[in-house]
């Protein structure tokens, strides 16, 4: 993973009597496109103000490079922060809100010039210099605060939720754009965000957050393929959640029936929960399956159609590029390796 960066260690929160963060643990490491993604007020948007200085820990370390900075203001860390309403300088145009930082600092004229062009090309924003921004359009905007924060060559940048108020064809592109200058730029990224798929597609380290707790950390394939609990499976695309009991290791059962699975490590006869991902179960014939029910809904998505079966225990959702009418009696199929193990928590 190369170095750690910042380490965030026992790091609490509360306001008044609320307590926003309840002990956060947290390596992020050099290079790294790291996400908090979590539901609204589950405490990543506090993370991200600790990280910057904007608010002091209650309890707990942040370390940076090794060096205790929580109690340094903003402006003496190495990092600058992107936030969802940009906050550019309405009287300056592109060139001067991005030189902004510099002009401040006292930089030398030809410098910031060098610096402000090779930026906002990278943002794809060449020849923009004069512009209002004020006449800009959304993403154009957004450019232009990722530019203005990546001129000071931050050792870490910081965007607070940065795509929240663009529209959804624009919010890709500006997801593919974001990694690319990451990549080009190779400083740290730390990223907030309430949008699953967002999280998935941009980052190398996916930080599930929910209620002040850090549920999950892993890539964005373990975080969709073995969540570690019933809040991470829901919370990360769709998901059917059955009660079961682990009879041993790589056998478990559930609605009836006793399944091999590739999970281990669990006590034997131990609850469980098991996550059965919609695009993993195939539709069959009746007699070529285990568990059978009959078509309850069907509705096309556009890539596939969604169809929840209804079974004896439960309704379960199928995506599949098939077609089944609806009152046709089915079988549902899957492998071993679709079946994913987690432990049972309580809620």
Same mark, same amino acid.
């Given at each position: 993973?190369?170095?750690?960066?910042?380490? &965030?260690?026992?790091?609490?929160?509360?306001?008044?009597? #609320?307590?926003?963060?309840?002990? +956060?643990?947290?390596?992020? /490491?050099?290079?790294?496109?790291?996400?908090?993604?979590?539901?609204?007020?589950?405490?990543?948007?506090?993370?991200?103000?600790?990280?910057?200085?904007?608010?002091?820990?209650? $309890?707990? $370390?942040?370390?940076?490079?090794?060096?205790?900075?929580?109690?340094?203001?903003?402006?003496?860390?190495?990092?600058?922060? *992107? !936030?969802?309403?940009?906050?550019? @300088?309405? !009287?300056?145009?592109?060139?001067?809100?991005?030189?902004?930082?510099?002009?401040?600092?006292?930089?030398?004229?030809?410098?910031?010039?060098?610096?402000?062009?090779?930026?906002?090309?990278?943002?794809?924003?060449?020849?923009?210099?004069?512009?209002?921004?004020?006449?800009?359009?959304?993403? $154009?905007? #957004?450019?232009?605060?990722?530019?203005?924060? &990546?001129?000071?060559?931050?050792?870490?940048?910081?965007?607070?939720?940065?795509?929240?108020? &663009?529209?959804?064809?624009?919010?890709?592109?500006?997801? +593919?754009?974001?990694?690319?200058?990451?990549?080009? %730029?190779?400083?740290?990224?730390?990223?907030?965000?309430?949008?699953?798929?967002?999280?998935?597609?941009?980052?190398?380290?996916?930080? *599930?957050?929910?209620?002040?707790?850090?549920?999950?950390?892993?890539?964005?394939?373990?975080?969709?393929?073995?969540?570690?609990?019933r809040f991470v499976a829901d919370f990360i695309g769709e998901s059917?959640?059955?009660?079961?009991?682990?009879?041993?290791?790589?056998?478990?059962?559930?609605?009836? !029936? #006793?399944?091999?699975?590739?999970?281990?490590? @669990?006590?034997?006869?131990?609850? *469980?929960?098991?996550?059965?991902?919609?695009?993993? +179960?195939?539709? %069959?014939?009746?007699?070529?399956?285990? +568990?059978?029910?009959? %078509?309850?809904?069907?509705? @096309?998505?556009?890539?596939?159609?969604?169809?929840?079966?209804?079974?004896?225990?439960?309704? /379960?959702?199928?995506?599949?590029?098939?077609?089944?009418?609806?009152?046709?009696?089915?079988?549902?199929? !899957?492998?071993?390796?679709?079946?994913?193990?987690?432990?049972?928590?309580? /809620?």
């Open positions: 993973m190369g170095n750690k960066i910042i380490e &965030l260690k026992g790091v609490t929160k509360n306001f008044g009597e #609320q307590q926003v963060l309840k002990g +956060i643990d947290l390596n992020i /490491y050099e290079n790294e496109f790291l996400t908090l993604l979590g539901p609204s007020g589950c405490g990543k948007t506090t993370t991200l103000r600790i990280i910057a200085g904007f608010d002091e820990p209650s $309890q707990g $370390q942040v370390l940076f490079n090794g060096i205790e900075i929580s109690k340094l203001p903003p402006y003496k860390r190495e990092v600058n922060t *992107v !936030f969802q309403k940009y906050a550019l @300088f309405p !009287f300056l145009n592109v060139y001067d809100n991005v030189a902004f930082g510099l002009n401040i600092k006292k930089v030398d004229k030809s410098i910031i010039a060098q610096k402000v062009s090779k930026v906002l090309k990278l943002v794809g924003l060449e020849g923009f210099e004069k512009r209002d921004v004020t006449l800009l359009s959304g993403g $154009q905007q #957004q450019r232009v605060a990722i530019a203005r924060a &990546l001129v000071n060559e931050p050792k870490v940048l910081l965007l607070d939720e940065p795509l929240g108020a &663009l529209d959804a064809k624009l919010r890709k592109e500006m997801q +593919i754009e974001l990694k690319k200058i990451q990549k080009e %730029v190779g400083i740290t990224f730390i990223f907030v965000t309430h949008d699953q798929e967002e999280a998935l597609s941009m980052s190398d380290t996916v930080v *599930v957050m929910n209620e002040g707790i850090i549920q999950q950390i892993g890539t964005p394939v373990d975080i969709y393929n073995e969540p570690e609990n059917n959640i059955i009660e079961a009991v682990m009879l041993r290791d790589c056998l478990v059962q559930f609605d009836g !029936f #006793q399944f091999e699975c590739v999970d281990k490590g @669990f006590k034997d006869e131990e609850e *469980v929960e098991v996550v059965l991902r919609p695009e993993d +179960i195939d539709i %069959v014939k009746p007699e070529n399956a285990k +568990i059978t029910g009959v %078509v309850k809904s069907l509705v @096309f998505k556009g890539v596939h159609h969604e169809i929840v079966v209804q079974t004896k225990y439960r309704d /379960y959702l199928i995506h599949t590029t098939d077609y089944f009418e609806v009152g046709l009696a089915v079988g549902l199929s !899957f492998g071993p390796e679709d079946i994913h193990v987690m432990y049972k928590m309580d /809620y």
